[in-house]
């Protein structure tokens, strides 16, 4: 009989990709059914897989009784928490936790969660703004004391982002600006295809102690090569431009609240010291892979008439 893996944030981008994956691969589909929680079985992406044939159920992650229900029966739980919904990280604590105590209570036997490091650690109070990677740090760390068998599967910065990044000027040429120098890389993810990707070897490896890390990224990439790379798709020239804090944060500022400015502002400043994964090597996850990542180029082929 196959073991039901509970998917939570069903409809989102993550939850969405593993959901994808899942279905798709011969065995896995063999080996797990889902069961996808979504806040909002009406909305167009729930009712799509519902139509799949995939269990749909109703639930809030801040509902412990929804919670309860969601993760009743299962074997694995994968669990993705949203900051920017709310930008705060209280709540998606407090929904990790409830998730958390359900998983233990229900004798889950494997608990993926997606989670990122804990930024005013790694820099030693230097930078205590970046709340999306703390609050998932905190999260993280009450799932290890839980004792679950859990998975922290760790997505790099979204390629999907990079359609703010790089803005086309008045001659047709595209400019990228940033605090940092433009010898500064990143580990990026394309989150729609390879979030499943990387949840897949989750699944196909589980932690054989108390937790396994996977660091769900295609590569790191300097601000350089990303130019580079999208000069050699698009064709036409991208330049990476070094500016000053106060210009980066004053643009930021137009459109943002001052502690989302700094959230921004301070993430990209960690991808100088210690870096985004505190200087983690990808290569034992990514040989976990039974597929090869998206890669920069690849996303910006397929995205070309974006910038064209």
């Not at 919904?85 to 889950?108: F, H, R, W, Y």
């Not at 760390?141 to 000027?169: C, D, N, W």
């Amino acid at each position: 009989m196959s073991k039901l893996i509970t998917v939570f944030g069903a409809t989102g981008t993550q939850g969405g990709s593993v959901i994808r994956t899942i279905i798709a691969d011969p065995k896995l589909s063999n080996e797990f059914r889902v069961r996808a929680v979504t806040r909002d079985p009406c909305k167009p992406n729930a009712k799509a897989l519902a139509e799949q044939g995939i269990e749909l159920i109703q639930g809030d992650m801040s509902s412990p009784a929804d919670v309860a229900k969601a993760v009743d029966g299962a074997h694995t739980v994968y669990l993705v928490t949203n900051f920017w919904d709310t930008m705060s990280a209280k709540p998606e604590i407090l929904q990790g936790k409830i998730v958390t105590d359900a998983c233990n209570k229900a004798g889950v036997k494997h608990l993926i969660f997606s989670s990122l490091i804990n930024a005013a650690k790694a820099t030693e109070g230097r930078l205590v703004n970046i709340t999306h990677f703390d609050g998932k740090a905190e999260v993280e760390e009450y799932i290890r004391e839980s004792g679950i068998p859990a998975s922290f599967v760790m997505p790099g910065i979204f390629m999907t982002e990079i359609f703010s990044f790089i803005r086309k000027q008045e001659d047709g040429s595209f400019i990228l600006a940033t605090p940092v120098s433009p010898r500064t890389v990143a580990p990026w993810i394309d989150p729609g295809i390879d979030t499943g990707n990387f949840v897949r070897a989750a699944l196909q490896h589980p932690p054989s102690d108390n937790a396994n890390i996977i660091y769900a990224a295609s590569d790191y990439y300097s601000f350089e090569q990303v130019a580079a790379d999208f000069t050699s798709v698009i064709g036409k020239p991208l330049s990476v431009v070094t500016i000053p804090s106060e210009m980066f944060k004053a643009g930021l500022a137009v459109s943002l609240p001052p502690d989302m400015v700094e959230e921004i502002y301070e993430n990209l400043v960690l991808l100088e010291e210690p870096g985004y994964y505190a200087g983690a090597d990808l290569t034992s996850s990514l040989e976990l892979l039974s597929e090869r990542p998206v890669s920069l180029k690849d996303f910006f082929e397929r995205n070309r008439g974006h910038w064209e």
